[in-house]
């Protein structure tokens, strides 16, 4: 399972950055060429940066140096592009800076949480509308294929993505395999449908433009209309009806001069909200230092049930609880100890401090049955058990009998509370002499 999640994430950091590089692309498209270091080489920093913060993450650490890596990260990319790349323009360091910004934070984050299915089919749609956007707008330009390699590569990697996420058990050598020769058609096949489809993709893209444009027209003119039609309603005013402009007024010269800023002051200010936001920065990194993440998570052991003690109001409510049960249970069997129901309750009962009791997942059929086999030479209590056990059954599963009596309850009653009688005193006497006689142990033959 951490093979798959360690993959959803390559993905979707990789396509993070086909994403961005084609936005930069959309906004560079008419001055630049597509080769160079800057943005190609958001493609392998945005994978490599979540990788270092798995392998980091490997051990136990603290929120504090984990910040504290990812910020060296980042300012190392950022010093890069400054040397290596070509941008020259404020506007362009500032969007490279947020990218570089955005693609570090994902890859801290993306070590923590796995990603969801949702996340992944968002970025496949992302990955969608940015191909088709730069397809259009190339067409337009008539700019070539290489500027469409980058968003052609984040969606066959998004569509993967989302493939693997659906796929169940572990990832074989095989199953990589698949993936790899999956992502090599995918980008394949796009980059044809590109070739081909580039020019009436951006034939239709204009056409969808300029209706935009012109349906904002219409909607700007009937507003317009509108405004000056509301403003017709308004009462004119006649040009006697206007008051007499205020006199302006006159200040003294002494406070129309205009205080002039004190340098040593505002340098003062500046140096107290640096100081500030440094010690701000210092609590946040000191604070961060007390959060552990990371390692490997160690199942915690179950603790053994404890005993707790409770009180004497908890106990006397459990005992009257206990007793009303009892009372209750002991007023159905005598209401009902002729019933079917009330007999096999009763026998039940009557059996529990018995080899005859009712054992565990035993049905009503087979303790009765057992009763019947150890009835032995008791022909008319045998004959009575027989009776009883179609009755049994009719009325536990069927409302209709239960309301029927059983004409031998009496003679059942008193046969098995004597055989449990004579069998609890064979017991208490087999146990006397056990304990006159350590060495001698006779069972109880039943």
Known sequence: M???????????????????????????????TPNGYYPLSMLVYSPAVYLL????????????????????????????????????????????AGFCLWITMKGGYRSLHAPTLHEMILSLDTSAVMLVL???????????????????????????????????????????ALLGIAFVG???????????????????????????VTMAKGVLALLWRLLL???????EMAAGDLEEPYAQIQLPEEELVQAEANPVLTIILLVLAAVALLLFLAWLLRLM???????????????????????LWSGLKRLLE?????????????RHR???????????????????????????????LRLRRSAGEDLELAAALDGLIPAVETALYSPAGRSDTVAQAGLIRRRIGRAVRGQFLRDSWSSVRRLRKPGVDKGTKL
């Open 2 to 32: 951490d093979e798959r999640r360690t993959f959803s994430s390559l993905v979707l950091q990789f396509t993070l950055a086909a994403n961005l590089c084609t936005f930069f692309y959309l906004m560079t498209l008419s001055t630049r």
């Open 229 to 235: 039609f509301l403003s017709s309603l308004l009462p």
């Open 289 to 311: 230092g007390r959060l552990k993440i990371g390692g490997r998570k160690v199942p915690k052991a179950e603790k053994a049930p404890q005993r707790r003690r409770i009180s």
């Open 134 to 176: 730069l397809m259009g707008y190339t067409s337009i330009m008539g700019s070539g294929i290489l500027w469409v390699l980058p968003g052609a590569a984040g969606f066959a990697a998004a569509c993967l993505g989302v493939a693997a996420r659906r796929m169940y058990g572990p990832i074989t050598i095989k199953g990589w």
């Open 53 to 96: 913060n798995k392998l980091f993450l490997s051990r136990p650490q603290t929120m504090r140096r984990l910040v504290l890596l990812n910020t060296a990260v980042g300012a190392l990319f950022f010093l890069s592009i400054l040397l290596l790349g070509e941008q020259k323009e404020m506007l362009l360091l500032v969007f490279a």
């Open 338 to 368: 002729d019933t079917p129901v009330g007999m096999f309750y009763g026998l039940v009962r009557r059996c529990r401090l018995s080899p005859w009791r009712k054992r565990t997942g035993e049905t009503p059929r087979e303790f009765l």
């Open 322 to 334: 206990s007793w009303r049960t009892r009372i209750r249970l002991h007023l159905f069997l005598t």
């Open 186 to 212: 995918i980008f394949g096949l796009m980059v044809l449908l590109v070739g081909v489809a580039a020019a009436p993709a951006g034939e239709g893209i204009v056409m969808l433009w300029n209706g935009l």
